[in-house]
């Protein structure tokens, strides 16, 4: 494994500028994990996310499961646009460690993955796909898998608008980077999908999310997402997640009204995390859709289509 140095989230230590892992004390180890609790989280961080934020879902995730190893897989700008052979190379410490914890012999809870936005759902599904490849036959990745605010849908003005959370706080520099962005984004896709005839990576994120040789069907899914989410339209997540359902797959929805994008914990702590508990004990593993709102489809909502 690779040489680790202090994270700036608590509890963790740095393996590369990507990943971290906190590992539960020497003393918490001893005990023995019940099916209840997991036995290691894997947390895929939305675009460019500050530490100080990733840190709110780490601290929740310590304090309700002392004893579970957290493996936190961080997305950036760049790797969110790199290529699949240079993405294997990145992500290759992630699956390293979820392949050395299975092998270990940890099988007193699930696995769990908790991907938040389309960057955090790409990470999870290159990591999926290429922990795949190196177990064919083994699809059982993930036991428990957890959708937070994604998957969008295609939109240059969604991912200007979640890149300008990274560009500078000045209004005349933070117009000019939108606008670069967006100018680059433009080109990109012309050059990478239009031309070569490619599918864009928000597209194939939305299919593979619900391939049964990527996601095992086993695998009971949790979609949290929020009408007030300017980045990822609700409705989108809500096409997805019955889509995922027809497929076969056992699904849980959550929707919320005010929270913004990949801030529903701060905003309803409560019931977020009543329901990421719930879904990881297992009592919401064949949920339906909850009552309301997260039924209605794009037409019905045309009036909150961002982009």
Same mark, same amino acid.
């Given at each position: 494994?690779?040489?680790?140095?202090?994270?700036?989230?608590?509890?963790?230590?740095?393996?590369?500028?990507?990943?971290?892992?906190?590992?539960?004390?020497?003393?918490?180890?001893?005990?023995?994990?019940?099916?209840?609790?997991? &036995?290691?989280?894997?947390?895929?961080?939305?675009?460019?996310?500050?530490?100080?934020?990733?840190?709110?879902?780490?601290?929740?995730?310590?304090?309700?499961?002392?004893?579970?190893?957290?493996?936190?897989?961080?997305? &950036?700008?760049?790797?969110?646009?790199?290529?699949?052979?240079?993405?294997?190379?990145?992500?290759?410490?992630?699956?390293?460690?979820?392949?050395?914890?299975?092998?270990?012999?940890?099988?007193?809870?699930?696995?769990?993955?908790?991907?938040?936005?389309?960057?955090?759902?790409?990470?999870?599904?290159?990591?999926?796909?290429?922990?795949?490849?190196?177990?064919?036959?083994?699809?059982?990745?993930?036991?428990?898998?957890?959708l937070d605010c994604l998957p969008g849908i295609p939109s240059i003005a969604g991912a200007v608008r979640?890149?300008?959370?990274?560009?500078?706080?000045?209004?005349?520099?933070?117009?000019?980077?939108?606008?670069?962005?967006?100018?680059?984004?433009?080109?990109? &896709?012309?050059?990478?999908?239009?031309?070569?005839?490619?599918?864009?990576?928000?597209?194939?994120?939305?299919?593979?999310?619900?391939?049964?040789?990527?996601?095992?069907?086993?695998?009971?899914?949790?979609?949290?997402?929020?009408?007030?989410?300017?980045?990822?339209?609700?409705?989108?997540?809500?096409?997805?997640?019955?889509?995922?359902?027809?497929?076969?797959?056992?699904?849980?929805?959550?929707?919320?009204?005010?929270?913004?994008?990949?801030?529903?914990?701060?905003?309803?702590?409560?019931?977020?995390?009543?329901?990421?508990?719930?879904?990881?004990?297992? &009592?919401?593993?064949?949920?339906?859709?909850?009552?309301?709102?997260?039924?209605?489809?794009?037409?019905?909502?045309?009036?909150?289509?961002?982009?």
């Amino acid at each position: 494994m690779s040489s680790t140095r202090a994270s700036a989230i608590d509890g963790f230590d740095r393996i590369t500028d990507s990943i971290s892992l906190h590992r539960p004390e020497a003393s918490s180890k001893q005990r023995s994990i019940s099916h209840e609790q997991p &036995s290691l989280i894997v947390i895929c961080s939305w675009m460019n996310a500050a530490e100080k934020h990733i840190a709110k879902y780490t601290a929740g995730y310590r304090r309700l499961y002392p004893d579970t190893t957290v493996l936190l897989v961080q997305c &950036s700008l760049a790797g969110f646009f790199t290529s699949k052979a240079k993405q294997e190379v990145l992500l290759k410490p992630a699956y390293d460690m979820i392949i050395n914890h299975k092998s270990e012999g940890n099988q007193g809870g699930p696995v769990v993955l908790h991907a938040f936005s389309n960057g955090g759902g790409t990470l999870a599904n290159y990591i999926a796909g290429f922990l795949n490849e190196r177990s064919p036959g083994k699809k059982v990745v993930f036991n428990k898998v957890i959708l937070d605010c994604l998957p969008g849908i295609p939109s240059i003005a969604g991912a200007v608008r979640a890149i300008s959370f990274s560009l500078p706080r000045n209004p005349i520099l933070r117009l000019l980077g939108q606008w670069i962005f967006r100018i680059w984004l433009v080109a990109y &896709s012309i050059f990478a999908y239009a031309l070569r005839r490619r599918e864009d990576r928000v597209t194939r994120l939305r299919r593979r999310l619900n391939d049964p040789e990527r996601f095992d069907l086993g695998a009971p899914r949790l979609y949290l997402y929020s009408k007030a989410d300017d980045l990822v339209e609700h409705w989108a997540v809500a096409e997805h997640a019955e889509g995922a359902r027809k497929k076969g797959y056992r699904v849980r929805e959550e929707l919320f009204i005010n929270a913004p994008h990949c801030a529903i914990a701060k905003d309803e702590p409560e019931r977020y995390w009543k329901a990421v508990q719930e879904h990881i004990a297992g &009592s919401s593993i064949n949920s339906s859709l909850q009552a309301g709102p997260s039924r209605l489809s794009r037409k019905a909502v045309s009036g909150h289509v961002h982009g």
